[in-house]
């Protein structure tokens, strides 16, 4: 295992159209965690997930975005009807069990909404 | 609630000279604190982190960080800067078993 896998790391989408991001987290990890950064900032929470089960959203993650985790693997962020606003690099994480333990981070994915 | 303050949001060091990058956090429970470096389009890559025990954490590439409480301070040092270490720099904290908060950053530049 190589790490925590993100495709694709680029996007370029029209305004209004909708686009999909896949995670695919360390195996052996239970949580997965999507971040969104913008130019300039730290990181910012938008869900988690603790196998399938999504625990947490932010108040970030409008009803645009959903996020899914089926049988506890891979992960997807959907945003739909994109904006401007959501250009961003997507980050996904994953961890084992314990607010002490290392989260360990994907390349992300570039979205640019044009 | 729980939130990081990084002053600077620019760092320039010579080559050789001493890297401090300074995090102040807010956290209502004991926290956990993270350093991460990231390179341009790059993911996140752990530096150090402290979680219960000696304050003083040491990490990666020879960065090491205090953790002081009365404080409240988790700053990053490193005795002798490498041009290798040009990247930008993250403070987190975590005070449960779910996500991080993180700072808006520190962009390290080291000057030959």
């Known amino acids: 295992d190589t790490g925590v896998s993100q495709n694709p790391r680029h996007k370029i989408t029209k305004r209004g159209q909708n686009v999909t991001f896949r995670c695919d987290p360390i195996?052996?990890?239970?949580?997965l965690y999507w971040y969104r950064q913008t130019l300039g900032q730290g990181p910012e929470f938008l869900t988690y997930?603790?196998?399938?089960?999504?625990?947490?959203k932010s108040r970030l993650l409008s009803d645009r975005f959903s996020a899914e985790r089926p049988k506890g693997s891979f992960s997807t962020l959907e945003i739909q009807r994109t904006e401007q606003g959501d250009s961003a690099m997507y980050l996904c994480?994953?961890?084992?069990?314990?607010?002490?333990?290392?989260?360990?981070f994907g390349q992300g994915t570039r979205l640019t909404v044009v | 609630a729980q939130s990081v303050t990084q002053l600077g949001s620019h760092v320039s060091v010579s080559e050789g000279a001493l890297v401090l990058l300074r995090c102040n956090y807010s956290?209502?429970?004991?926290?956990?604190l993270f350093w991460y470096v990231q390179y341009p389009n790059q993911g996140l890559q752990l530096l150090l982190k402290?979680?219960?025990?000696?304050?003083l954490v040491k990490g990666i590439n020879g960065f090491e960080a205090e953790f002081k409480k009365s404080e409240t301070s988790f700053h990053l040092t490193k005795p002798s800067a490498h041009m290798s270490d040009a990247a930008e720099y993250f403070c987190?904290?975590?005070?449960?078993?779910?996500?991080?908060?993180f700072g808006s950053g520190t962009q390290l530049t080291v000057l030959p």
């Open positions: 402290y979680t219960t025990g000696a304050t």
């Open positions: 994480a994953s961890s084992s069990s314990g607010g002490e333990t290392e989260a360990f």
């Open positions: 997930f603790q196998n399938e089960a999504q625990l947490e």
């Open positions: 195996s052996e990890h239970n949580r």
């Open positions: 987190a904290v975590s005070s449960s078993a779910r996500q991080l908060t």
């Open positions: 956290s209502s429970v004991p926290p956990y």
